[in-house]
């Protein structure tokens, strides 16, 4: 197989299953924590931060193992 016929080929996956849309809303989850974080407001939303960016982090790190 040559690779303009590689490049050609279109992935298989739902189109909102993919590395961009995904990447984009791992990193929103971790910008919210982190806001979540630097908040003088609200002890939980504190108290929650690292979880959210944690969770963050692991689903970018999940997702960008995922076709483009």
């Given amino acids: 197989m040559s690779a303009i016929q590689i490049a050609k080929r279109k992935s298989r996956w739902p ?3 993919r590395r ?3 990447e984009n809303i791992a990193t929103a989850i971790i ?3 982190f806001l979540m974080l630097f908040q003088p407001f609200a ?3 504190y108290t929650y931060s690292f979880i959210t960016m944690l969770a963050g ?3 970018f790190i999940i997702v960008s193992k995922f076709p483009e």
């Fill in 31 to 33: 910008a919210i924590g």
């Fill in 20 to 22: 961009g849309l995904m």
């Fill in 15 to 17: 189109r909102w299953a």
């Fill in 43 to 45: 002890l939980s939303l």
């Fill in 57 to 59: 982090t692991v689903m």
